[in-house]
């Protein structure tokens, strides 16, 4: 059996480099070998010893889910693994694109993951966008009003977030990477974080 206190969870990826996570280590950097370009966010992966501040990836662990999409030329392509909670971002600016909305429910029900939708930037006008989003709300689909910029309704967001592997879906623009920057300046750095390894931070 595997031991989950060396489990890692990948949550960044940028070439064949990336970020990994644990509770015990926090965020530590690494590289990827050849043979390992199949890895992609969420993914379990054990870690080999830091080496000059990176390290590398020893094991993929199974995972339980694996949300894909279909590419413009017909190929199959994985957004991320092991997603319990799917979280639809949305803004009034740029324009709602609702037919990639319903593509992202679509994709995170068949992969039998929690679902909620966010509405950003809540200091602009977003009343339409709320109305329009009130058929989801029926349907079942938490609508949650924040503004990561202006630290709006932080806490709504943080507790849709707690105790879930959670992964932010959404067009360009509306916010996603703020979010996230603005929900890690809430969390405890580990001492691995306190020494300098790479934490994002809010600009």
Known sequence: M??????SIVTELYGNRGLCWN???????????????????????????LVSDECTI??????DNSLKKMSANGRVQNIANNVTN????????????????????LIAELNACKINIVIN???????????????????G????????????N???????????????????GVGKSTLINCCLLYTSP????????RMPSCA
């Open 2 to 7: 595997t031991d989950t206190n060396n489990i």
């Open 23 to 49: 509770a015990i280590d926090g965020f530590q950097s690494f590289i990827l070998i050849q043979k390992q370009t199949d890895i992609v966010i969420g993914d379990r992966v054990i870690c080999n010893e």
């Open 58 to 63: 020893e094991k993929i662990v199974a995972q």
């Open 86 to 105: 799917a979280i639809m971002v949305l803004s009034s600016q740029p324009k709602p694109n609702f037919y990639l909305l319903d593509k992202l429910i």
């Open 121 to 139: 930037k809540c200091d602009l006008d977003h009343a339409s966008l709320k109305d329009s989003l009130n058929y989801y709300e029926l349907l």
């Open 141 to 152: 689909y938490p609508v949650t009003i924040v503004s990561a910029k202006n630290d709006i």
């Open 154 to 172: 932080k806490d709504d967001l943080l507790s849709i977030l707690k105790g879930e592997s959670s992964l932010l879906m959404g067009q360009s």
């Open 190 to 197: 580990s001492p691995r974080d306190q020494r300098g390894s």
